[in-house]
């Protein structure tokens, strides 16, 4: 074979390409280095046979529960709270505050005194805060004093999901129209607004609630503040680590057809 590659190579040892040509006689070099050292290898001789490759037997895999793509999709299909029952949560502690068709661009441009100095520009810098409303104007319920899920500190964002999807199939043995989901970035900033207009006290005081929101691929957007005394933000994180300060916020929505968003 060392002959083979010889014969090859020293055919373009001719052509006027002076690269190709430097190439071809480096080759050349180690063949033959190769042949004086180890000797003469054959090129394996065809048998005449055909071997058909048969393809391994495909195993069905389940289905993958896209728990963050489903929250999008089950938010095209709320509806407001009744009176009953948003008196019946609020007896829990349940707050409900609006959230309207508003991208967190626009929202912080309502009022930039409520955000993070320059949290315009970076809004205006990211895609997803730019460009993503609420399909629908609604009402979300939170418990302002049991707003974080236990354990759900310093969790990679599939496993805050699963916990939020925990409560919801708990809450939803009670009142079967009722979900608890995690919020785009948007509405947590709503809700934190609206709860300041009316209290006084801001929503997320010392911590940060993971958005849905994905900023790029792998990262994830979490909003809140580190202190009662800051304004409010968003920062970024990825999606499979957690933070120490970045926690499961669940909210209340209510859905239209409990059969086609269960």
Known sequence: MSRWLEGEAGRFTQVKDKGKAAAAKMLVATSQAWREAYGEFPLPKPTGKTETLQAEPRTEQAPVDDLRLRTYELLSMVREPSAEEEDALKGRGIVFLPADKRTYAQVVAGDSSHFWNDELTYANGESALRTYSLPIATKVGLNPTELAIPG????????????????????QQEFPDARAIMLPVTAYAQADYAYKKETGQVLLPNFFARGLDMLSWGISAFAGRPDPWLQFCVSECRDDFGDDFVCAVPAVVFVKNQELAS
């Open 152 to 171: 759900s500190f310093n969790q990679p964002m599939q496993s805050e999901l699963k916990m939020i999807e925990a409560r919801s199939q708990a809450l």
